[in-house]
């Protein structure tokens, strides 16, 4: 029934996206999501098709320095109409996943890297988030309200060049050293889908609770688009929705699990996309399966760009994701050779701020009237 209204929505034309993330992102009665695509699962759907990567394009050593599996392995998908767009159902290794989620909510939050909190916080009140929330959170009983630590608290996480959320730019001087072990990361994966030689630049990295959502845009800000976008996933399962190049256009509903990878490139570069919802855990199962495998430590030798993480450690982020998921947005700025236009000659987004990042996250119209406490870049701090 509810499937057949998902299907209706996506006929409707030209409020087509706007109606789907709205079906999506319902919480009573929850929506059916037998239309949402699940790669993880045999896909029977007319749009979806595999896609063979090369096995030579990244080597075997290489692929399991960066905890993945060798890419003949690995299950990419493509769908019909979206050319550019590539899908890699979870390629990690089993237990290698545990170093990136630590990354992200341990290493990566922390100075001199930007994140929500620093909009209205001194520096010395957003330092060292995890320590500051860690003795908090192992002590915290579910379901009894306290006030929510720092941790709770974080939304995004900007790396390189930093995205300015009013400008909608970055800029060669607001830049810290990318992460190299994410520089890694990325350089092998964007490999494996053929782009050679991709040089992160710009990381946004999104944390989602169990009621955030991510609106409806396209990401513009980067000046070579010809180099793609990657995405990788962790813990809770959401709902990825991809447009077309008009906001109008018909949206594909996709699962994004544990461990996902998405590409970006191409004629997909600029499309249109949102995140609904995160999708209710199974009961009885809070983590996917795949994150508790037991770390690979025994695979783990020097070189590798993946730590064993510390039992202390897993435990809180294991914590975390029981009700949350992270998000790691990959971007190569410039093109080879390219430098950042002059001030005078800058050239600015010409989206209209609905369509920009700054109104991006959580804010549909409903939420503005909830009137909550949101954070200069539209964050909705209390989700
Ligand atoms: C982004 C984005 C999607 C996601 O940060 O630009 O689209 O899966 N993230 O969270
Ligand atoms: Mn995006």
New binding site residues.
Partial sequence: MMAKMAASVLEHGEDAFRKLFKFYKRRNPPPDFGDVIDFSKNVKNDMVFSVELNPSALSEADASRAGLRPVKDWRAFGLKGHSGFVFISNPFLPGSQHHWVRQCLKTYPQKPNVCNLDMHMSPSETEDIWNKSADILRKKNQGKREPKTLLEKLRWVTLGYHYDWNSKTYSADHYTQFPPDLHSLSREVAAACGFHGFAAEAG?L?YYRADSS?GIHV?ESELDHSRPLL?F?FGQT?V?LLGGTRREDPATPMF?HSGDIMVMSGPSRLLY?A?PCIVPAPAGQPLPACLLDTQQTTGLHTGSLVQAVPTEDWELCSRYLHTSRV?M?VRQVLGDGQAFPTETTSIRSEVSPKDGYHEKHGQEEEDLKAKRKRNDSGYDLDS
């Fill in positions: 946004i999104n991510l990401d995405s996933s959401a990825f994004m996309h995140v998000n947005t």
